[in-house]
């Protein structure tokens, strides 16, 4: 059965560094493209970064430059490194596939940009 575990977010202050780490279960990770999204409060989740099976990438218009998506097959994890963070960055953090599959939404984890 596929699973997706979010884990590294956490309360940061703006202009400050997290490290997002997402592990798959049930599946031959590295055929797959990801994703990572976010939903923050009263919003719509919505797609940050994507990294195809050959590691290509896209990001939101919103992180670039400041997000970094990779990969790590051999550990089914897929990384979102997130730098000079902002207050709008605050929102829980998904992984899914690309293309999302709503029954295999995890619990996220929870990323506050506070001074």
């Known amino acids: 059965q596929v699973q997706f575990v979010e884990s590294g977010g956490g309360l940061v202050q703006p202009g400050g560094s997290l490290r997002l780490s997402c592990t798959a279960s049930?599946?031959?990770?590295?055929?797959?493209?990801m994703g990572w999204y976010r939903q923050a409060p009263g919003k719509q989740r919505d797609l940050v970064a994507r990294?195809?099976?050959?590691?290509?990438?896209n990001y939101a218009d919103s992180v670039k430059g400041r997000f970094t998506i990779s990969r790590a097959n051999a550990k089914n994890t897929v990384y979102l490194q997130m730098n000079s963070l902002k207050p709008e960055d605050t929102a829980v953090y998904y992984c899914?596939?690309?293309?999302?599959?709503?029954?295999?939404w995890g619990r996220g984890t929870q990323v506050i940009v506070s001074s």
């Open positions: 899914n596939f690309d293309t999302p599959i709503e029954s295999r």
């Open positions: 049930g599946i031959i990770f590295s055929i797959y493209a």
């Open positions: 990294i195809t099976s050959s590691s290509s990438t």
